[in-house]
């Protein structure tokens, strides 16, 4: 046999195990468009929300992936759904100016609508959930001033209020990416500043943990106290210790087009990196 003909067994061999798809090997699927955030849910399958064609309403999307990398289409009809979030057996997501619920079914139906806000919102990105059910949305403002942010919050029954603005504070000029670390402490990325900072709910207390992280977008948090941070606008993943006082965050090798709103996977040992830009959803090791 000649080495031309080994070097093409072993290259068909090696596609066929890239293509070989489990539980145990799944670490990237491809074919989304626009992923921008993702969650896990009750079932155990992985929910992305896809915000599909740019500047093109209607065509948004969440769709479920299971164990074995399929893809299939949860809920429709939405426009750029960004932020994603479990609560019991459903979702909560943010869509431009309003919020919508989704439940196990996938039936989906609005839970703010743009004229239920304290103030007019500009584009609603991640959200976060305590214990109670309350939703904290960040509001980016506009990304291309720099400035307008918000964080709102809704009750589980739909009574929503601003919690901190720009005017009450100028360190929110963009928040992205949000994340409760303990009960009434919000972490917050800003977009454009690149700064992390830690508030709490009630006293509207802003400490800053970091900084550096231009264009921060996700963020996801382990049982150790390691906080995970996406950056779309460099593509990076970093890791910061949370534990320790003054520590530095640090940079993962691998380099995305655009990684967004980010989460851990159900065995915690990944973080689950949606690629707005790439269209697809990376199982990184954490």
Known sequence: MSITIVRLIGVALAALMANAVNAADLRIVSGLAHPESVA?????????????????????????????????????????????VRWKRGFFISDKTRVWKVDGEGRATVFASPIDFPEPPHSLNDIAVDSRGNLYIADSGDVSSSGKGAIFKITPHGNISLVINEAKNPLIKN??????????????????????????????TLDKIADGLIGGDGLARDSFGILYISDSKSGRVWKLDLKKKNAKPEQYAQI????????????????LVPDMKAGTLTWLPK
Not at 41 to 52: F, H, I, L, Q
Not at 68 to 81: E, L, N, T, W, Y
Not at 256 to 271: E, G, P, T, V
């Open 175 to 204: 928040p992205s990416g949000l994340l409760f670390e303990r009960p009434g402490k919000l972490l917050i990325i800003d977009f454009t500043s690149g700064e992390l900072y830690r508030l709490d709910v009630v006293r509207l």
């Open 256 to 271: 995305f087009q655009a990684a967004a709103d980010i989460a851990l996977s159900k065995n915690r040992k990944y973080i």
């Open 40 to 84: 896990m849910g009750a079932d155990g399958r992985v929910y992305v929300s896809e915000m599909g064609e740019v500047g093109k309403d209607g065509d948004g999307r969440i769709s479920a992936i299971d164990n074995k990398g399929r893809i299939q289409s949860f809920a429709m009809g939405f426009d750029d759904p960004k932020g994603l």
